[in-house]
């Protein structure tokens, strides 16, 4: 394995562990450019800005939300994760148009993310996580 690939497989594992933490000044330098793009929903969260409005509304119902690597890999210019998505629901959570107040509730759901680089760099694109939009909600009992 080349260092450009131990680093980027590091960054994404220093990347990972800062959300888990709310480090979101240094989750946000981890990337070249801020950017987002969830697979189950289409969203796309471009920019600083953007992208901490997403950290800031993902975490109200799951403020414990966090994620646990089961493999890693890297390939070309992206880097590879599966990981289980863990949370409590102490907020309130939006489901299509109706609001669902805590449940105490806790979730582990498999989930995976791509993450691009730049050719050369160790710096991040994009991350793209890959879910299916109801697997938390069916994982907390409310479906």
Not at 52 to 59: E, L, T
Request: glycine share 8%.
């Amino acid at each position: 394995m080349t260092n450009l690939a131990e680093r980027r497989l590091q960054v994404v594992r220093d990347h990972m562990a800062l959300e888990v933490t709310h480090d979101w000044d240094a989750v946000i330098a981890t990337f070249e450019h801020p950017r987002y793009e969830l697979y189950g929903s289409g969203v796309v969260f471009d920019g600083e800005e953007a992208v901490r409005r997403y950290f800031k509304a993902s975490r109200v119902p799951f403020p414990d939300q966090g994620n646990e690597i089961i493999a890693i890999a890297h390939a070309d210019d992206t880097v590879l994760v599966e990981f289980w998505l863990t949370g409590t629901h102490l907020g309130p959570l939006k489901v299509g148009d109706k609001v669902v107040e805590p449940t105490g509730r806790s979730f582990k759901v498999r989930m995976a993310a791509s993450f691009e680089f730049a050719p050369g760099s160790d710096k991040i694109l994009c991350e793209r996580p890959y879910f299916d939009q109801g697997m938390v909600v069916r994982a907390l009992g409310l479906a």
